[in-house]
């Protein structure tokens, strides 16, 4: 088992780090899910209030609805597979009420390769309880998790056939009935992921055929944690959500505050987040928020959805 550890914080953000906000929605009770860079440097942004993806320009900061997913109430995780082409999971979430949709998740997929952007449904997946966090495997295969059932689900984009690769209860159950499992990543055959719930962080060992070669191991603890990314040096950056915090951490347990805190609209109510993919941008740390759509910050004006961007002045941290 991983030494975990528990961070101290003061109220500053790191230092060389500047945060700027790329595109803010018009009203309160919005929430960005999650994000996905594409190649020419847009971002691809789901919303869980309403069925939506949208596309961000950071070059003129403007954003505009592309699709609409239908028969749903929210559009949560998003995976990129190859250029141009992702997979976005949809069902009945009400932010409102925080009714789960149980038994209404699909997988979609979202093709941006031709003049017109294409959704088509893959897959429906009724027995989850809420479909969240995405990751590629392979060319042919994603992963997705239950964020209330407390599985990882190995989905063949060939076939839409799918199956649940492995569930362990404490790892990535929810305490009640909140949010277990949340975010998902694959590097170096390992399977990370978030139990938010639980503010734990964990990795699973992995073979070639995705199977588990041993428990899974605890890395990180005592954060509430949303989604996350990986740099390419295994360097991960984990959002907070209610936290309103980006962390960066490293194995075996080292962890820093890179921008926001608890009292902080900055990074309010921040989602996910992700490197650009270009020479230009591979050093900004793109993210998504909600707001203060989950928790008003006292004193503070309530916050619509954004997506937003941290700048290192130097190399990353």
Not at 30 to 59: H, K, Q, Y
Request: charged share 25%; proline share 4%.
């Amino acid at each position: 088992m991983l030494l975990f550890i528990v961070g101290l914080f003061t109220n500053n953000s790191a230092r060389g780090v500047t945060v700027e906000t790329v595109f803010q929605l018009g009203e309160t009770g919005t929430v960005f899910e999650n994000l996905a860079l594409r190649e020419s440097g847009e971002i691809l942004a789901t919303r869980a209030d309403v069925p939506e993806i949208w596309s961000i320009d950071p070059s003129t900061k403007t954003g505009h609805k592309i699709l609409t997913i239908p028969g749903a109430f929210a559009v949560m995780g998003i995976v990129q597979v190859s250029i141009d082409v992702f997979y976005v999971n949809s069902g009945k979430y009400s932010v409102q009420s925080h009714d789960s949709g149980e038994g209404s998740w699909e997988i979609w997929k979202i093709d941006l390769a031709a003049s017109q952007p294409r959704a088509s449904k893959l897959v429906s997946v009724p027995e989850a309880g809420l479909l969240n966090g995405m990751a590629k495997w392979d060319d042919n295969t994603i992963l997705t998790v239950d964020s209330i059932g407390g599985r990882i689900y190995k989905v063949d984009l060939r076939t839409a056939k799918y199956e649940v690769a492995f569930s362990e209860d404490v790892p990535m159950k929810p305490l009640d009935r909140g949010l277990g499992i949340n975010g998902i990543k694959v590097h170096d055959m390992f399977v990370y992921f978030t139990n938010t719930d639980r503010r734990l962080f964990y990795r699973t060992p992995v073979d070639t055929n995705l199977k588990p070669k041993g428990p899974a191991q605890l890395a990180l603890s005592g954060f509430r944690l949303d989604d996350f990314t990986i740099d390419h040096d295994g360097t991960i950056y984990i959002a907070t959500g209610k936290s309103n915090q980006i962390l960066q951490y490293k194995l075996p347990g080292w962890v820093r505050r890179v921008a926001g805190w608890f009292d902080s609209v900055d990074l309010a109510g921040v989602t996910a987040c992700e490197f650009g993919k270009s020479e230009h941008d591979e050093k900004l740390l793109y993210f998504s928020t909600s707001g203060t759509t989950f928790d008003q910050i006292e004193g503070a004006e309530p916050e619509p959805a954004k997506i937003a961007v941290i700048k290192f002045q130097e190399a990353k941290l």
